[in-house]
């Protein structure tokens, strides 16, 4: 038993560890470095490495359900993975020599950027859906200490010359690999290149669920376009890509924080608790684990949009208020997109794809829209008035597209989801079922057929039926109505 909760223990590390280091490549491949700008004619385009970032990343998140259309493909790829971190580090490595040379070829900087932003992309789904294995409750504590983790690695990175940023970036990329690579021994028993898949979830897809994701995507796009807006505004060509990253950073690692306070209701895993526990659960709050901390991201991207003008020209400018706001706001929104993705259909890593798809394409258009503005007027009240806009587009991506009653909406949805989870616990126990028994159960209390549960789990049609008969004879049933009629039993 001591042993099963250190494997356990480990296996969390690892996982919030490895995600914390793709996410932190994902920030300093956005932001860090100068603005090197893109002609076309006589409109200049700001942030052109960026821009080719986002462009790369919106192809592979489009790519993304076409070539891995289950949590755990990409991953069962040991090969492929590896290959994926090995274009990490030979994009930052490129980069890095272009900036430490003066090289001004754009077309290297396209390579680049593609050699990082396509399997930076890919690798955070999967990481998305590895982290689904977990519950709701558990896997969201694991995004926000990963994110604390990006944060305070990406604050070191920031203080370093251009050249040092670019070896951190690549220590990321290797740390990635290295994680994957733990995980995927720890769940195959050491098997190299063996299939290491997160159990499926066995849910269809919620009606409540799709409408809520319509309108997140929704609040999704403003939220990118209001911060692009603003970063392609903040900065001229040869300055800094992100003016005050290193406050951008130093706020972002304070919001993670915060947010696991917010979240403490719940604790990480079981005997090793890093969060205050409060007596009221979760489920009877009139709150949803994360009201707080949506509403807490937002209130520090609001705030950066209003103190635009009143910080220019300080060390922390506005600007650097806004990109913490977003970055905490894009944490929340990849919790709530791998939710999404497990409610939806259980696919956590196709419900980041789309989710991350708008949020970039938002940030993409707000800086060619910002691009367009500063070409047509460089004046000072021009730039002041694109921040205000941009914070009113925040403002209302909250208040009218994706609100607090949403946010509350879709707690009640997971709280449904997480009552089914846990019915499906207690039955795995009570009745000693092995493990793959175990994954089988909720898709037979679904009512899936035994074709249906043979496609999502890997394995031929005639095993899923023989670990059926097992699952009946141990419960003492003869059919499935009797085993639904069983766990709603136990569940009263």
């Given at each position: ?227 692009g807006a603003v970063q392609a505004l903040a900065t001229v060509p040869g300055a800094a890509a992100a003016p005050g990253l290193s406050w951008s950073f130093f706020l972002f690692v304070l919001f993670s924080i915060g947010a696991l306070q917010l979240f403490g209701r719940n604790p990480l895993f079981s ?96 800086i060619l829209a910002a691009s367009l503005l500063q070409w047509l007027s460089a004046s000072a009240a021009m730039a002041y008035g694109v921040g205000a806009l941009a914070g009113v587009m925040a403002l209302c991506a909250y208040l009218f597209l994706f609100t607090d009653r949403d946010l509350r909406s ?83």
């Amino acid at each position: 038993m001591a042993q099963a909760a250190k494997r356990g223990a480990a296996q969390i590390v690892f996982s919030f560890v490895g995600f914390g280091c793709n996410q932190a490549f994902l920030f300093l491949m956005m932001f860090l470095g100068a603005n090197r700008s893109l002609s076309l004619g006589p409109c200049a385009i700001e942030l052109s490495d960026g821009l080719f970032c986002l462009l790369f990343m919106m192809l592979a998140f489009g790519l993304y359900p076409r070539l891995f259309n289950r949590d755990g493909q990409l991953l069962r790829r040991g090969k492929l993975a590896a290959v994926l971190v090995a274009s990490m580090m030979a994009g930052a490595a490129l980069q890095g020599l272009t900036r430490a040379m003066g090289w001004d070829a754009q077309p290297l900087t396209v390579v680049a950027c593609a050699l990082m932003a396509v399997p930076c992309a890919w690798l955070f789904c999967a990481w998305g859906g590895l982290l689904c294995r977990e519950s709701i409750s558990r896997f969201v504590p694991e995004v926000f200490l990963g994110s604390a983790l990006a944060g305070a690695i990406c604050l070191a990175a920031s203080v370093l010359p251009e050249s040092g940023g670019a070896l951190v970036m690549a220590m990321t990329a290797a740390g990635n690999g290295f994680y994957l690579a733990k995980l995927r021994s720890g769940a195959d028993g050491g098997a190299g290149d063996a299939p290491c898949p997160p159990p499926s979830r066995a849910t269809e897809a919620d009606p409540e669920a799709l409408r809520l994701g319509a309108r997140m995507v929704a609040g999704t796009l403003f939220f990118g376009l209001a911060l692009g807006a603003v970063q392609a505004l903040a900065t001229v060509p040869g300055a800094a890509a992100a003016p005050g990253l290193s406050w951008s950073f130093f706020l972002f690692v304070l919001f993670s924080i915060g947010a696991l306070q917010l979240f403490g209701r719940n604790p990480l895993f079981s005997g090793i608790s890093i969060l205050p526990k409060v007596d009221a659960p979760a489920a009877r709050s009139d709150e949803g684990p994360l009201d707080g901390a949506y509403r807490l991201a937002v209130v520090i991207m609001m705030a950066g949009f209003l103190a635009v003008p009143v910080l220019s020209g300080t060390s922390m400018p506005g600007e650097a208020v806004a990109l913490a706001g977003y970055l905490a706001v894009e944490t929340v929104l990849v919790c709530l997109f791998m939710v999404m993705g497990s409610l939806s259909g259980g696919n956590a890593g196709l419900g980041l794809s789309r989710g991350l798809l708008f949020l970039f394409l938002g940030q993409a258009l707000g800086i060619l829209a910002a691009s367009l503005l500063q070409w047509l007027s460089a004046s000072a009240a021009m730039a002041y008035g694109v921040g205000a806009l941009a914070g009113v587009m925040a403002l209302c991506a909250y208040l009218f597209l994706f609100t607090d009653r949403d946010l509350r909406s879709l707690s009640v949805v997971v709280s449904r989801q997480d009552g089914f989870e846990r019915r499906v616990e207690r039955m795995a126990a009570a009745f000693v079922l092995s493990k793959r028994e175990s994954e089988i159960l909720p898709f037979v209390l679904k009512g899936r057929t035994a074709e249906r549960i043979a496609s999502e789990l890997f394995i031929s049609k005639n095993t899923v039926d023989t670990h059926i008969r097992r699952i009946y004879g141990k419960c003492g049933v003869h059919n499935r109505q009797q085993l639904i009629d069983l766990s709603e039993t136990l569940d009263s």
